[in-house]
């Protein structure tokens, strides 16, 4: 695995444009980035940065999706999102530039912060769910065509597109979507009425770093404006999350009664997303959750 020379190059002029001085890439060693993207660190004469690169051809829009979210979040404040710098073409390739993160250990007070600045974060709103352009979350687009209440919007731009392409695809047993269906009857009276919420949307525990100061960073968003519970339901979804941070939340902006008791619910969607990219156990997981409500 190697960098073109062409895209090094490109890459040194978003850097020289971003710095105002001259930036030259020593070195451009792969690290850990996910399954989608191929990822390296920068080893430069102005200190290290991040990249990740892709086909162009393979997720179309991927990287100005995902740089529009971290800008958003970042803009949001107050939880720390990697600086964006450059996003591009260059020839077959794709890329994102970003700051480098420092990686650190989690102090006694990273998890308190980290639940304080997501309640924080979810506090930002807008009129209707959803967001003025589609996105990724994983592989797969995530639409994002903005509704009017949650219910519709989690109907119509999540649970519909994910079981039509599983039904598509023979992933889901006969009969799952007749209770998808009758599940989509009840959604009304299931959640609790609140304003859009501004969420990083793929929040497990691959999506977050700690720096060296200790404070939490967030990273690979899949952002819309949605109902905040779903934030919180995918933190519980593979691990990774202390209780600390559920507890700091509440004492910042306190849940509906019942939040508990809705987060298989609000996981059903990731989870129907884990069946189309990876199948397996995660349709019987979907399963189980409609025998529970429908």
Known sequence: MFLPGTLIERVCEDLSRHLGQFVDVELAAPVGGGSINDAWRLETDAGRFFLKTNHTDRFPSLFAAEAHGLAR???????RVPQLIATGEDHDDSYLLLEWVESGTKGPGFWAEFGRNLAQLHRHTQEDFGLERDNYIGSLVQRNKQEPDWP???????????????????????GTAFRFERLYRQLGNLFPPEPPALLHGDLWSGNFLCD???????IDPAVYYGHREMD??????FGGFDAELYRTYRAEWPLEKGWEERVDLCNLYPLMVHVNLFGG??????????ARFV
């Open 73 to 79: 979040l970042r803009r949001a404040g107050p939880m």
């Open 152 to 174: 519709s919007f989690l109907i119509h731009q999540r649970l519909e597109p994910q079981l039509k392409t599983a039904c598509d695809h023979n992933r889901v047993e006969a």
């Open 212 to 218: 060296r100061e200790s404070r939490p960073v967030l």
């Open 232 to 237: 919180l339901a995918m933190t519980r979804l």
């Open 281 to 290: 156990s995660y349709a019987d997981q979907v399963g189980r959750i409609l």
